[in-house]
């Protein structure tokens, strides 16, 4: 299958997968595949079939995976402390969440120019989670905004409005090698650089969000604590909600203390199947 078409159809699960979320909370309690390739219109041996290429579970799986309560089991039994992630190799130039991620970061001098100067590339692209804005420059990817929630136009707007100086350039065939690295369609281990354009700060909690292993969380204040700010847990939240590289840079990772999944700058929607089809794949590896 060439990488379009996968990449369409890529977006055509996730939007299924985000009717069926709709339906799920909708109900009273659990459906059955009946029920819920009824309500999706299909039939039940195609709705199982495509859950099982998106996910890799049945359907009754990932409905758990899909609840509310799914972050707190979460916190519960994947809660990853990331003192102890460093220590054993997922941060730096370390294998992260099933990619091999390089990144360099913009001087501060040159971030608060506002990214006069630079020229950044952007393009459209289908991902498992939606329509993905991305843009790059030539050193690597710097922003991934998901417009499945927020719409493209309120995509745009906000990764273009974080470097009102940079010149921007519709170029997606010079991103798309790197896209589809990021997205694992293809090239499954190759680098996929990162430049991080960001305020001190912001890198650090971005570095920190980098270390949480796929199908993990953490919570804000243990990412305050790994930055060396332990009190600082509301800028790290704003950090966190400053990241302009969703699904590389796992935001998405990172809940509130209670197990509440706390916000997600693209759409908590987009941050619950995000949650949800990590867990499941994670799962489905470990029984294969």
């Known amino acids: 299958m060439n990488a ?5 159809e890529e977006s055509y699960h996730y939007q299924v997968m985000r009717r069926a979320l709709d339906v799920i909370d909708g109900a009273e309690g659990k459906l059955t595949l009946e029920a819920l390739a009824s309500e999706m219109r299909m039939s039940q041996a195609h ?3 495509m859950f099982s290429q998106w996910v890799g579970v049945s359907p009754k799986r990932y409905q758990q995976y899909l609840t509310l309560g799914h972050a707190k089991a979460l916190l519960r039994e994947r809660f990853t402390t990331l003192e102890a992630a460093d220590e054993v190799g997922l941060s730096g130039s370390g294998r992260l969440h099933d990619l091999f991620l390089r ?3 913009m001087s501060p001098g040159d971030y608060a120019k506002g990214g006069a100067g630079l020229e950044i590339r952007w393009g459209w692209f289908e991902s498992p989670f939606g329509p993905a804005l991305v843009m790059g420059t030539e050193k690597g990817l710097c922003g991934i905004a998901l417009a499945a929630e927020m719409g493209p136009e309120a995509a745009m707007d906000d990764l273009r409005g ?3 100086g940079a010149a921007f350039v519709e170029d997606p065939m010079a991103l798309r090698p790197w896209v589809l690295s990021a997205f694992g369609a293809e090239g499954k281990g190759e680098e996929t650089p990162l430049y991080l354009i960001g305020a001190p700060f912001q890198i650090k909690v971005w570095e920190a969000l980098m270390q949480i292993p796929t199908g ?3 919570t804000y204040s243990e990412i305050a604590r790994a930055v060396g700010s332990p009190r600082a847990v509301r800028a790290v939240g704003t950090a966190v909600g400053r990241n302009p590289v969703s ?9 509130a203390k209670s197990g509440g999944l706390g916000g997600y700058h693209w759409g908590l929607p987009v941050k619950r199947v995000m949650l949800a089809w990590e867990a499941a794949r994670t799962e489905g590896r470990a029984a294969g």
């Open 47 to 49: 709705f199982q079939r």
């Open 247 to 255: 699904w590389l840079i796992p935001c998405h990772r990172a809940i």
């Open 4 to 8: 379009p078409v996968r990449e369409m």
């Open 162 to 164: 974080r470097w009102p």
């Open 216 to 218: 993990h969380v953490t």
């Open 103 to 105: 990144w360099e970061a």
